[in-house]
């Protein structure tokens, strides 16, 4: 079956980075578009980033621009996403996601498949 497991994240301090792996498996990984989530405490989930199937398309949320930034291994089945400048209010669970359909980068309606997340949190 589909496996994504994510990996990398931790406390760390205002200003710092972290980056986040996730491997896939059970698919073909480079068949589908990957996409970051995140969900804060009392919050919904949102949009972080998410590439298409070959790396060459990107996009982000607003909050995130510039600082983040999505990759992705089609060799290695791992989709990346560096995180620099880490600020208090980047704290939640980091979910990522595949996509198998048409390609909505920001809706996560549109993700078949989720890992099960890692914990962000960012001391100020």
């Known amino acids: 079956q589909v496996q994504l497991v994510e990996s990398g994240g931790g406390l760390v301090q205002a200003g710092d980075s972290l980056r986040l792996s996730c491997a896939a498996s059970?698919?073909?990984?480079?068949?589908?578009?990957m996409g970051w989530f995140r969900q804060a405490p009392g919050k919904e989930r949102e949009f972080v980033a998410s590439?298409?199937?070959?790396?060459?398309?990107?996009y982000y949320a607003d909050s995130v621009k510039g600082r983040f930034t999505i990759s992705r291994d089609n060799a290695k089945g791992t989709v990346y996403l560096q995180m620099n400048s880490l600020q208090p209010g980047d704290t939640a669970v980091y979910y990522c996601?595949?996509?198998?359909?048409?390609?909505?980068?920001?809706?996560?309606?549109?993700?078949?498949?989720w890992g099960q997340g890692t914990r962000v949190t960012v001391s100020s």
């Open positions: 996601a595949a996509e198998s359909g048409v390609f909505y980068p920001a809706n996560d309606r549109a993700y078949d498949y």
């Open positions: 059970g698919l073909t990984f480079s068949e589908h578009a």
């Open positions: 590439i298409n199937w070959s790396g060459l398309d990107t």
